[in-house]
């Protein structure tokens, strides 16, 4: 039998225990090389936290609205998505390039994880005949609001 305070064929207690040692050693780095998702200790692949330091993307109603035509309405939107505005349409229009329109909210402002938001249908005309759109903004506690989505809509035919 084998005992580490035993002396036998030559084997001494800090031989035994230096491998002993060695081996736990060995052990417990190798523990360090197994992958293993750490989430919740340092934030989850999903964590989409807004830090700053990347500009949200400027969605406009239509690509091809001037940047003139988009400050005038993203005022409109701001005026209209403010949960105290009951729901009125807020006109806007841009002298220089004849442009106008409107954003009018649908619905009341809901909670949508950290954000608000605010569903809305909005009119740009200007050269050419009006077009309409609904979509979605949002924004964080004291922010501006910004559209995450939007796309053409039409009256529905009876």
């Known amino acids: 039998m084998f005992s580490l305070f035993e002396f036998k064929r030559g084997y001494s207690a800090y031989r035994v225990c230096g491998t002993l040692s060695v081996l736990s050693v060995a052990v417990i ?37 001037t940047d003139a035509d988009w400050q005038q309405a993203k005022a409109a939107l701001q005026a209209a998505m403010d949960p105290q505005n009951p729901g009125a349409s807020i006109p806007w229009s841009n002298a220089a390039t004849g442009a106008h329109g409107s954003v009018t909210p649908v619905a009341e402002a809901y909670v949508d994880g950290k ?37 053409p809509w039409a009256l529905p035919r009876a």
């Open 115 to 151: 954000l608000t938001c605010r569903s809305f249908v909005a009119a740009h005309a200007g050269s050419n005949p009006a077009q309409w759109y609904q979509g979605k903004s949002c924004r964080r506690t004291s922010s501006a609001w910004s559209i995450l989505s939007v796309q």
């Open 29 to 65: 780095l190798a523990g360090c090389a197994i992958s293993t998702p750490l989430g919740p200790i340092f934030g989850s692949a999903e964590d989409k936290t807004t830090t700053g330091s990347i500009p949200e993307p400027d969605v406009r109603l239509n690509a091809s609205m």
